[in-house]
């Protein structure tokens, strides 16, 4: 059983590596690019009967720092 | 005073730190590797090195903040033991949550290695007190993610609380409020970016960072 654990900057929180991406953008001519968020996508193999919770926790303790990171989880 | 230095895969800062606490103590400090489950008897200072822990995977500190000996060090925080971490350090006792907030890549996405200036925006902590409140001294940074983040109402509280131990007086990564140096409650744990045990000996350039852990040795 597989689950996808996408890890984004709160909205508000400076995106360094993003601003970057869309400075690149725009210097390669495509030019519609309103603005880039990066963030990052992590693939759990989990054993089956995985509970929710203990993916939520597993996100809150390491995944992500909810200082300044949101989560999303996805069942794959 | 009976000093430690954590040592993490990655760590590199180590040694000068365990070169700038014996400076200051007269003592050579326990090297305590990462797996360690307790600390050495007798510790009144724990120094958690700057570096490269565990590569930076997943977010800088991230990884060190999970290891063994963080538990350890956690525990001897909260009995009033002082723990300074620097620059990776700093990083790390934020992902344990000993300190507030979170250091991200800095804003101009550059890794900065340069001495800058700062200002003591709290010359009444045990690793302050031999600076004058408001006092400029330079100190050199070498870090890529040292751009300090955390939401209005926790920096309006530290600040409140006089917890900002140090501020940047130039532009360096783009951390709120300038914010370079941070202390928890209690005022026995303070994380900081820049370097002060780069700054220790006439050889550096400087002594504005010996004083730091000359404050520590008499506190």
């Known amino acids: 059983m597989k689950a996808r654990v996408t890890i984004t900057l709160k909205n508000g929180v400076l995106d360094p590596q993003g601003k970057a991406i869309h400075h690149a953008l725009e210097g390669l001519g495509f030019g519609g690019v309103n603005d880039v968020r990066a963030g990052k996508m992590i693939e759990l193999d989990l054993a089956d009967g995985t509970s929710d919770a203990e993916i939520e926790e597993m996100c809150k303790k390491l995944l992500a720092n909810t200082v300044i990171e949101n989560y999303r989880i996805e069942r794959a | ?219």
């Open chain 2, 1 to 219: 005073m009976n000093t430690a230095v954590i040592v993490f895969p990655g760590s590199n800062c180590d040694r000068d730190l365990a070169v700038a606490f014996e400076q200051a103590t007269g003592k050579k400090p326990h090297m305590v590797w990462h797996r360690e489950t307790e600390m050495p008897d007798g510790i009144d200072l724990i120094g958690v090195p700057g570096g490269f822990s565990y590569g930076d995977y997943l977010r800088s500190g991230a990884m060190a903040a999970q290891s063994p000996v963080m538990r350890a060090v956690s525990d001897a925080a909260a009995k009033g033991t002082y723990v300074l971490g620097i620059c990776n350090g700093f990083q790390v006792l934020t992902e344990t949550g000993l300190l507030p907030g979170a250091l991200m890549r800095n804003a101009g996405i550059s890794f900065v290695c340069r001495d800058v200036k700062l200002t003591v925006a709290n010359s009444q902590s045990a690793f302050t007190s031999r600076y004058k409140a408001d006092e400029e001294i330079l100190i050199p940074v070498a870090h890529h993610d040292g751009n300090y983040f955390a939401d209005a109402e926790t920096l309006d509280r530290i600040e409140g609380e006089g917890r900002v131990a140090f501020r940047y007086a130039e532009e360096v990564n783009g951390s709120a409020r300038n914010i370079a140096g941070v202390l928890n409650e209690g005022g026995n744990v303070l994380g900081m970016m820049p370097h002060p045990e780069r700054m220790s000996e006439a050889a550096h350039g400087g002594l504005d960072g010996k004083r730091l852990f000359d404050a520590l040795a008499s506190a």
